[in-house]
């Protein structure tokens, strides 16, 4: 029986990952981590419009060798942007494929003229809240009942001024304290 590489599990050396933009070839990855991390998956439908939103979107997968172990997405409207969407492959957990992907995602929403970012985390997700906390994210409230999968409650946390310089630092601080390497590919 041959083995693929998406079985293996991930050795614990450091990495080599691959940001790049998220193209139509990668959904096929982004559905596999999609469905096993959420209850109520999006479609492929769904990921193919947002794709074809041009510069109000922007939507990123990480690669180790040529599997998908990640993804991200935002959403901008005017000067604030929307962190759609953060996954990795639980096999890839404890990485910091999410801190590259978000590194990169801010970055990205720096370029388009972002000032402010958010995003809704589930209230039980400390580990996600802890990584946000990095970025520079601040409780603002909760949405009641936000996840339909189990009614549980939504924390919102936003992030602001992240075009200033003493932002730009923090991101690179974060990157520093980041193992292993990563190669930005083709961000558009």
Partial sequence: MAVRSDDL??????????VTTMRRRHLRG???IEHQVYPRPWSI??????LSFGPTRAYLVARVDASVVGYCGLMIVGEDGHITTVAVDPRWHRNHIA?????NLVRQAVE???ENLTLEVRMSNHGAQAMYQRFGFV???ARKGYYADNGEDALVMWSHGIHTPEF???LAAIEASIDG???VEGLT
Avoid: M, N, Q
Wanted: aromatic share 2%; charged share 30%.
């Fill in 139 to 141: 409780p603002a409230g």
């Fill in 45 to 50: 439908g769904l990921y193919v419009s947002e």
């Fill in 9 to 18: 599990e991930p050795d614990r050396r450091p990495l080599t990952v691959v």
């Fill in 181 to 183: 390497l990563t190669i």
């Fill in 168 to 170: 730009a630092e923090r």
């Fill in 99 to 103: 801190t590259r992907l978000l590194v």
């Fill in 30 to 32: 982004v559905l596999r």
């Fill in 112 to 114: 388009r003229g972002v």
